[in-house]
C-alpha cells in the first residue's frame, strides 16, 4: 500500500494567488528529495502533508487517513515534520524535555518517551547536551535537536525541511547517516533541500517543483540528467554532473565518488 | 594599506574556560574577496563579531590582542563609529531585522535614519539596494510574510545600503536555493568591484573557491592557514580541520590531476587540466 496518496491537490493562502495546482502523487518507502526555487510550494506541500494546513480541494491521504478528516493531533503519531528554522519548534528549557515533548503528547510512557528521546539524541550525536539548555548551542546544534525530536517520536513519515541549512562537512553526513539509517528501519522520508550533491549522495527518489506543480519526479540520477527541466526550475544539477557535461561525457555521474570509480583504471 | 588587522587575538565568552579565539593574526588588504572555512565551532562567526567590534564592545569576556580598521582599534572605539565602516550580515535573518518596520521598504530605510541620511539619498540607496538583491517588487511587503531566502536577501540589502567599506557576511546564503544564492554571490562580487572589502563565512566550498581571493581556514580557534583557495584546498589535511574540497577538487585529486603542485578548484579550471591530462593518457 503506498504510504502517502495525494489526489489533485490545490492549495492557496489567499484568493488571488493559487500555491499549489494541481498536484497528483504516491510515496511509497522511497527516500525522497523535494527541490525547487525558494517560492515554489515545497514547504506548503509538506505542511499540507502533516495535516497543519488543509487542501483548498483534491485529498491528502497519510497512511489512510484523509488529513480533512482528522486532527493535526490525530496524524502526528503517522507524521513528523522538522521544521525549517528550529527556532520555531523549540522551546522547553532543556534538551532532554524538548525531546520528550513530542513522544509524551502521542501517548509514549514517562519511561519510554525518555528511551526513545535518548536514543535519538545518540542518533544525532548530542547524548552528551542531554541538560543543556537549547539556546546555549549553536544553530547547527538547534538544527540536529530538531531532527531528535522528530525521530524520537518514531513516526512511520519523517519530513525534514532544509536540515543541511548550517551545517558543516562532518553534520551534514551525520544527517545523512540519519536519513539511511532511518530509511533502513522501514520509514519514509522526505527532504526539502537546495543542496543537490546532498540529494545525489541521500535519496533514492527526487521530485522538482515548480511555480505550484511537479515538474521531474523520477529516480534521482534520471531527474539530475533532465538538463531542460531543470534550467527551466533554475535549478544546476549535482558539481559531478556539471564537470561531465562540460567534458562532452557520454556518461553523467551525479556523485564525485560515482565520478571517481567509473573513471579510475 | 591594510584594511583589517588582526594581531595575536585571543577571546573567551564570559564565564567559560575556553579560548574561542586562540592568537590569532592576519591582514586584509582593502578589496579583497576573503572566505572564512572551518567547522562548527572553529570560532568563525566570533571573528567576525571581533571585526565589527561586538566582541568586546557588546559582548564582554577576556580579551587580548588588536583589530584594527583602517587603523583604528575597534576595542578602543564604539560600535556606532564602526558600524559606518564595517557592516555585518548575520547568519539568520531573523536575528537581523528589526520587527518594528512594517514593510520592506522602511527596514532598508531604518539604518539609514539611524545615521542620518537626507531623503533623497536615502531614498537612492534604497532603491539601489533593493533592486541589487531582486526584492525591490517586495518593498511593500511585510519583512516578517517573506521566505526565508527573501529575507536573508533583505537583511543583505539592510547593510549594503549603509554603504560600509568593509561587509562581512556569516553564511549569507544557507537558506537560499541555488540561483538565489548565485545572485548573492554576484551581488556581492559586484560590491567587491566598487572597492568593498568581503569577509565571507561560507560551507560551500565550490562558491568560496570561486569567488575568493584568499581563504582563512580556522580549526579549534586558531588560523590553521590564510592562502589562496588553491593553496588552501590542495592540502592533504583538510578532513581533519572538518573541511572537504570543492567537488572539482576532489576529483582531479583522485586522478592526481595537478599543474605546479595545485590542484584545480573551479569548474573551468577542473575542466581544462582534465582535458589536457586525458590528452596525455
Known amino acids: ?29 522511497k527516500s525522497t528529495a523535494i527541490i525547487g526555487q525558494n517560492g515554489a510550494g515545497k514547504t506548503t506541500f509538506v505542511k499540507l502533508l502533516k495535516g497543519l494546513l488543509k487542501p483548498t480541494w483534491g485529498d491528502v491521504i497519510i497512511d489512510g487517513k484523509n488529513t ?134 541521500t535519496f533514492e527518489r527526487t521530485l522538482v517543483f515548480c511555480e505550484g506543480r511537479v515538474l521531474l519526479d523520477g529516480k534521482t540520477d534520471y531527474v539530475f540528467m533532465q538538463d531542460e527541466e531543470l534550467k527551466k526550475a533554475h535549478l ?25 570509480k567509473a573513471n579510475k583504471r | 594599506m591594510d584594511k583589517i588587522v588582526v594581531e595575536n587575538l585571543k577571546y573567551k565568552y564570559p564565564l567559560t574556560d575556553k579560548l574561542v579565539l586562540n592568537d590569532i593574526s592576519f591582514k586584509i588588504e582593502k578589496g579583497q574577496f576573503i572566505g572564512i572555512i572551518g567547522q562548527n565551532g572553529a570560532g568563525k562567526s566570533t571573528l567576525c563579531q571581533a571585526i565589527t567590534g561586538l566582541v568586546p564592545l557588546f559582548f564582554k569576556g577576556a580579551y587580548g590582542g588588536r583589530v584594527l580598521v583602517d587603523g583604528i582599534e575597534v576595542a578602543k572605539s564604539n560600535i556606532s563609529d564602526i558600524s559606518l565602516k564595517v557592516g555585518m550580515v548575520f547568519q539568520n535573518p531573523f536575528t537581523q531585522v528589526t520587527g518594528s518596520k512594517l514593510t520592506v521598504y522602511e527596514e532598508v530605510a531604518f539604518g539609514l535614519e539611524n545615521i542620518g541620511l537626507n531623503r533623497e539619498e536615502m531614498k537612492n540607496r534604497i532603491d539601489e539596494a533593493l533592486n541589487l538583491l531582486g526584492i525591490y517588487r517586495f518593498k511593500d511587503r511585510n519583512p516578517f510574510d517573506l521566505s526565508g531566502g527573501q529575507m536573508q536577501r533583505l537583511a543583505i540589502a539592510g547593510i549594503i545600503a549603509m554603504q560600509p ?52 581556514l580556522m580549526h579549534d ?36 590531476i595537478k599543474d605546479s603542485g595545485l590542484y584545480p578548484v573551479t569548474l573551468d579550471r577542473a575542466c581544462e587540466m582534465v582535458v589536457k591530462y586525458n590528452e596525455h593518457n
Request: aromatic share 8%; glycine share 4%; net charge negative.
Open chain 2, 221 to 256: 580557534g586558531k588560523v590553521i592557514d590564510f592562502d589562496t583557495p588553491e593553496k588552501i584546498f590542495s592540502r592533504d589535511d583538510l578532513m581533519q580541520y572538518g573541511v572537504i574540497e570543492p567537488a572539482y577538487t576532489r576529483i582531479c585529486k583522485a586522478f592526481d
Open chain 1, 236 to 260: 544546476e544539477p549535482p558539481y559531478a554532473a556539471q564537470l561531465c557535461r562540460k567534458l562532452n561525457s557520454d556518461k553523467i555521474y551525479i556523485t564525485v565518488e560515482e565520478f571517481i
Open chain 1, 1 to 29: 500500500m503506498s504510504i502517502i496518496e495525494i489526489n489533485n491537490l490545490h492549495f492557496s493562502y489567499t484568493k488571488d494567488e493559487e500555491i499549489l495546482k494541481g498536484i497528483n502523487l504516491i510515496f511509497d518507502e
Open chain 2, 165 to 216: 567599506d568593509v561587509i562581512i557576511l556569516d553564511e549569507p546564503t544557507s537558506q537560499l536555493d541555488p540561483q538565489g544564492s548565485e545572485e548573492v554571490f554576484k551581488a556581492v562580487w559586484d560590491l567587491k568591484k566598487r572597492g568593498i572589502t568581503i569577509i565571507m563565512v561560507e560551507h560551500k566550498m565550490e562558491k568560496i573557491a570561486e569567488y575568493s581571493d584568499k581563504v582563512l
Open chain 1, 68 to 201: 480533512k478528516e482528522y486532527t493535526v493531533a490525530n496524524l502526528a503519531p503517522t507524521i513528523g515534520l522538522v521544521f525549517q528554522n528550529p527556532n520555531d519548534q523549540i522551546f522547553k528549557n532543556n534538551v532532554l524535555s524538548e525531546v520528550m515533548f513530542g513522544p509524551l503528547n502521542i501517548g509514549m510512557d514517562e519511561s519510554k518517551a525518555k528511551d526513545s528521546a535518548l536514543k535519538a539524541l545518540k542518533m544525532v550525536g548530542l547524548e552528551e547536551k542531554i541538560n543543556d539548555n537549547p539556546y546555549d548551542l549553536t544553530l547547527s546544534e538547534r538544527k540536529l535537536i530538531s531532527i531528535a525530536s522528530i525521530v524520537a517520536m518514531n513516526t512511520k513519515i519523517i519530513i525534514l525541511d532544509e536540515p543541511t541549512i548550517a551545517q558543516d562537512y562532518i553534520s551534514k553526513e551525520k544527517i545523512k547517516d540519519i536519513i539511511l539509517k532511518l530509511k533502513s528501519q522501514g520509514k519514509l522520508v522526505i527532504t526539502i533541500t537546495h543542496d543537490m550533491d546532498f540529494v545525489a549522495e
